[in-house]
């Protein structure tokens, strides 16, 4: 079982849908990152969360630390928000090692 | 000025060539590291510096060389490669590593084939 997990692995949608990916890990974690990549290209960091909720334009992500538990919500999705949402965790006892999860490919169709 | 840039986007090289990868960034981040990324695979850690160290080698062979002339700029050195070695390789930099909790800042990457 990996680390980290991601659910779904694939997501179609329509414009205008609100969208959740969901992240559980299994070990202890200093902070968790969601991450975006668009098809052949590098990576944006969109979140690094240890605590609580952050918001970012129509970005929301939550942590629940004592679940091990996160969620990447997208509201009014947008076609141009298609790429690849990476969940990756930094463990207790690391201190530049990141645990990546597989990855949600979402493809938001107009 | 917020981003990492890299150099060249795109790199073909044959397998006896000698060729560099180019990695910058002027947010005064302290830590920089190369990744491997295969298609549809998450990125495998190459090499981390801090503060111009070289601080961790996972275990890369010698064919791929770091260097970090200064504390803006690193590069890795291509010699030898496999076509095996044909992946993105990503550059990113952090404010340091250690325990705290600081943010990395990813470049677009370089699309190495190896011929």
């Known amino acids: 079982k990996n680390e980290v997990e991601q659910s779904p692995q694939n997501l179609t949608a329509q414009e205008g849908e609100f969208i959740t990916i969901n992240c559980s890990y299994s070990?202890?974690?200093?902070?968790l990152h969601w991450l975006q990549q668009h098809p052949g290209g590098g990576i944006v960091s969109l979140f690094m969360?240890?605590?609580?909720?952050k918001k970012h334009g129509r970005l929301i992500a939550t942590i629940n630390i004592q679940e091990k538990h996160s969620s990447l919500h997208i509201t009014a999705s947008h076609p141009r928000d298609s790429a690849v949402y990476i969940c990756?965790?930094?463990?207790?006892?690391?201190?530049?090692?990141?645990?990546w999860g597989a990855g949600t490919k979402l493809i938001i169709k107009p | 000025d917020t981003e990492v840039t890299q150099t060249p986007k795109h790199l073909v090289m044959g397998m006896t060539n000698k060729k560099s990868l180019k990695c910058e960034q002027h947010?005064?981040?302290?830590?920089m590291y190369w990744y491997k990324q295969k298609a549809k695979k998450p990125p495998e850690l190459m090499f981390v510096?801090?503060?111009?160290?070289?601080?961790i080698n996972e275990s890369v062979p010698s064919r791929f060389s770091p260097e970090c002339p200064n504390s803006s700029l690193l590069n890795l050195h291509l010699h030898a490669l496999q076509p095996e070695d044909s992946a993105l390789y990503l550059c990113?930099?952090?404010?340091?590593?250690?325990?705290?909790?600081?943010?990395?800042?990813f470049g677009s990457g370089t699309r190495l084939t190896v011929v």
């Open positions: 990113a930099s952090s404010q340091m590593t250690g325990r705290s909790n600081y943010g990395y800042t």
């Open positions: 947010m005064g981040h302290r830590a």
């Open positions: 510096y801090s503060y111009e160290k070289l601080s």
């Open positions: 070990v202890g974690i200093s902070a």
């Open positions: 969360l240890s605590s609580g909720k």
């Open positions: 990756a965790v930094r463990g207790m006892d690391s201190n530049y090692q990141l645990i």
